[in-house]
């Protein structure tokens, strides 16, 4: 089992809809979670963080997070052709005051239609 | 407030070859982490630096090695590369050694 795991895609969703990212992780342990968006030959940008359970909101975004499923989501309403990336799920583990690396899924690809 | 960079943008080594890879931090960050992403994957965890010294290792041989300076500028050296050594190589700063880590635009390495 992958530590952290997202469907690949291509998540396809029409301009203004919602477009919904999933993410499960293996480490129960793990405390903070993150989404990064990555444009195609650029670095990842961070743009949600989220460390306890339900909804955080920030402007188009919302992450959810479900420690018992261990299950983080984002949601992007109001999709926009400048949403079109692959999303990337991060998880840290619970901080030993040692190394925090993150740990990263392979990434969901969303594609934004006209 | 400057952001993270990293040098060189891209380059090119042939097998066997060792290269030096750059990355400046954030200003008031003082922890630097490395990652290794590879086409269609997610970046892989290589070491992180805090305050000058080596602060955790994920699962990279050992010529795979850092330095942190005491400005928090930090250098990876991959030694005798090989062609799997091929991908992009990210620099992340972050405040702390628990705090949110943000990416630097990236080298591209190419081992032929």
Redesign the interface.
């Known amino acids: 089992q992958k530590e952290?795991e997202q469907n690949s895609g291509p998540l396809s969703v029409p301009e203004g809809a919602i477009a919904s990212l999933n993410c499960t992780y293996s480490d129960r342990g793990s405390q903070?979670f993150?989404w990064?968006r990555q444009y195609s030959g650029?670095?990842?940008?961070?743009i949600m963080?989220i460390y306890s359970n339900g909804d955080k909101e920030d402007g188009r975004f919302t992450a959810q997070l479900n420690k018992a499923s261990q299950y983080v989501s984002l949601l992007i309403r109001d999709s926009q052709p400048s949403d079109s990336a692959t999303y990337?799920c991060?998880v840290?583990p619970l901080?030993t005051?040692?190394?925090?690396?993150?740990?990263?899924?392979?990434?969901t690809r969303l594609q934004v239609t006209l | 407030e400057t952001g993270v960079t990293q040098s060189p943008t891209h380059l090119i080594k042939t097998r066997g070859q060792q290269v030096t890879l750059r990355c400046s931090s954030q200003s008031g960050h003082n922890t630097v982490?490395w990652?290794q992403q590879a086409l269609?994957?997610?970046?892989?965890?290589i070491?992180?630096y805090y305050r000058e010294e080596e602060?955790?290792?994920?699962n990279f041989p050992p010529r795979f090695s850092g330095l942190q300076f005491p400005n928090y500028s930090s250098e990876l050296n991959v030694n005798a590369l090989e062609l799997d050594d091929s991908a992009?190589y990210?620099c992340?700063s972050?405040l702390d050694?628990?705090g949110?880590?943000?990416?630097?635009?990236?080298t591209r390495l190419t081992v032929l």
């Open positions: 952290v903070s993150f990064y650029k670095s990842p940008e961070l963080s990337l991060a840290k901080n005051g040692t190394a925090s690396k993150l740990t990263f899924g392979t990434g | 982490s990652y269609g994957q997610g970046p892989q965890f070491f992180q602060n955790g290792r994920g992009l990210l992340a972050s050694r628990v949110e880590q943000f990416f630097g635009p990236g």
